[in-house]
């Protein structure tokens, strides 16, 4: 199986920066796709944030220009760099991750999410 374990969240006044990290463990061949989605409560759950295996990346509109992803394949890591942080950036942060697990009898890749980590930008 695959586990995606999330850190980095907090409590970050309005102007502040966090980084979350998430590393993913278990037994794969390899990982395509990362990235970071994000629920507020009552709303549902968005993409903040996505990159590829070779490094393209993707942002919401809502976070371009203040947050940066960022993964390291050795160490099936993917980063969350948020900076200048807003109230409305409060949300649980989950990482997600498009995972090759086998190729016999035939390719098998699946999509494993983490358990979320809470942010809170608050005065």
């Known amino acids: 199986q695959v586990q995606l374990v999330e850190s980095g969240g907090g409590l970050v006044q309005p102007g502040g920066s966090l980084r979350l990290s998430c590393a993913a463990s278990?037994?794969?061949?390899?990982?395509?796709?990362m990235g970071w989605y994000r629920q507020a409560p009552g709303k549902q759950r968005e993409l903040v944030a996505a990159?590829?295996?070779?490094?393209?990346?993707n942002y919401a509109d809502t976070v371009k220009g203040r947050f940066t992803i960022a993964r390291d394949n050795d160490k099936n890591k993917v980063y969350l760099q948020m900076n200048s942080l807003k109230p409305e950036d409060t949300a649980v942060y989950y990482c997600?991750?498009?995972?090759?697990?086998?190729?016999?009898?035939?390719?098998?890749?699946?999509?494993?999410w983490g358990q979320g980590t809470p942010v809170t930008v608050s005065s």
């Open positions: 997600n991750a498009h995972v090759l697990v086998s190729t016999f009898p035939r390719p098998y890749a699946n999509y494993y």
């Open positions: 278990g037994s794969f061949l390899s990982i395509n796709a």
């Open positions: 990159i590829t295996s070779s490094g393209s990346t």
